[in-house]
């Protein structure tokens, strides 16, 4: 209840603190050629027993992967202050440090720990958030993620997406042709890889439902390819469709229930949507060419997908209700895989321009601009994270697939370190419940 | 990789066999009447005569994995002439059927590629029909980039990869 009651006081704080000053978070956003200088403090424990994990650095990890803070080393720190009456903000403002996280890790029965932390303001000397989190000692990260949303947010005015998972395909060769294929989970930055599923035939295009609670994919277990869906909690999985040809490309509607999914049992690859209460099913295209990797507009009301009705792969999109179609792409010779951000303005995708080497691409649906993000090799399989914050593709490092991640302006690159294996297909998942 | 080399093994046996048995004949119309032969000899090889059938032979003698250019599946005329026994003897053999295996190199987007190999591997099959075969003795199937023959990044290993490969379930 207190740390309850901390949390809204702090809130109110900070409310009030935006209001003040309403350039806070432009600042930030803009910021990203001087990024603001922020200290995440190594957090105090008086335990007996070491943490497996280091929740301050965590932290610090998070919010330096997102280029919009240069986070503090913490061997340059004067101090190590843990708590208000330990911070003297002026060896902070030597070392122009904008903003200070400090926190106390505290046993708990039962294997829990009591995490506080507070958010300062160094300049104004304010605090912008107070706040006490529980958790096992055996999820420590799960806490580290949660203080890095709740930071982020204090800064940016954008929700955190640090509590989310991804989703990606490895391949793991050993002689003789042999490959092992995975479907792996982990925390939003590569840490707690977990297999979900490990089959000596091709796993393809993982797909997150809505509540995060199911996945589709494509599977060629049985020689063919045909599209499950697969719970995460318990591990069930069922076979949605095994149509002969493709059964391709699943995407979950925004509300959950409909399935857009790629079928060549009428000749030709051709976007369809299943309604997975009725099972009825609806074709959406009707062309000789290519049709897939449909995926869904925030509203639901559009699906856009890759065709080469006009020679080359490019990206369509296709109104629902009116079943209008728009080409929207027309800058470079092969474009595919779109995917919206959440506020449906800005169209991720591969992109090949006139160097023909593949990229991920930006194009802003309002004004046409595209802008190429990336300078890797191979790139495919882009996937926004929920707040629109960054991109993660898949990419060559090397002789090895590995995942790379980008920001929606290009400024802030960087590749996940990956532990075995060629590693392919990211699906960031939709905030966690 | 070692299904391949028995493969070859076996088609380099046969071919000394078939070379044997045809000495006659060294031209394509030839070997034409050499398939009209084929269901005699395919029922000598039903009775368990084993790998001395001609019909067998020619079969295994012939190219299986044909190639494309990029981001096309266009057959390639090189692939014509061993395409075109490989349907006659379908049509020879009505209950022996085949997979075409559609396979696209590591550029562009799965699913893309995925539906690429599927076209790659549905204009061989209509080549074959064209050329006799039944569309019910060939089933195709496409693995996209999922299953290289090459691994690497270059147009050396990409060109291997575009490829169809024909495999008999039935012979």
Known sequence: MVSRFLAFSALFLTLSVQADNGDLAIEITQGIDEPTPVAVVPFSWNGSAALREDIAQIVSNDLGRTGLFSMMDRRNMLSFPSSREQLFFRDWRVSKTEFVVIGRQLPAENGQIKVEFELYDVLKEQQLLAERVSGSLNNLRDIAHYISDMVYEKLTGIRGAFSTRIVYVTAQQFGEGKVRYRLKMADSDGARPVTIREQSEPLMSPAWSKDASKLAYVSFESGKPAIYIQYLATGKREKIQSFRGLNGAPAWSPDGHRLALVLSKDGNPEVYILDLRSRNLARITHHYGIDTEPSWSPDGQSLIFTSDRGGLPQIYRIHLPTRQLERLTYEGNYNSRGRLTQDGRFLAMVHRGIDNVFHIAVQDLKSGRVDVLTDTYLDESPTIAPNGSLILYATQKGVKGVLGGVSLDGNVRFILPSASGDVREPAWSPYLQ | ?171
Not at chain 2, 24 to 52: A, F, K, W
Not at chain 2, 124 to 142: P, W
Request: glycine residues 10%; hydrophobic residues 35%.
């Open chain 2, 1 to 171: 990789m070692r299904a391949s080399n028995v493969t070859k093994a076996v088609a380099l046996a046969l071919s000394v066999a078939w070379v044997a048995g045809c000495s006659t004949s060294g031209t394509s119309s030839s070997t034409g009447s050499t398939d009209g032969t084929d269901s005699g000899t395919t029922q000598g090889v039903g009775q368990g005569s084993g790998l001395s059938g001609s019909s067998m032979t020619d079969v295994a003698n012939l190219q299986t994995v044909f190639y494309f250019d990029f981001d096309k599946s266009v057959v390639k005329a090189a692939g014509f002439s061993d395409l075109e026994k490989h349907a006659t003897y379908l049509a020879a053999n009505p209950s022996a059927q085949v997979v075409l295996e559609g396979h696209a190199d590591e550029r562009g987007t799965r699913e893309y590629n995925i539906a690429l190999g599927e076209r790659r591997a549905k204009a061989v099959s209509r080549f074959m029909q064209v050329n006799g075969a039944s569309a019910s003795q060939i089933e195709t199937v496409s693995f996209g980039e999922e299953k290289p023959a090459i691994l690497g990044h270059s147009e050396a290993s990409w060109s291997q990869n575009r490829r169809v490969e024909l495999k008999y379930v039935t012979r």
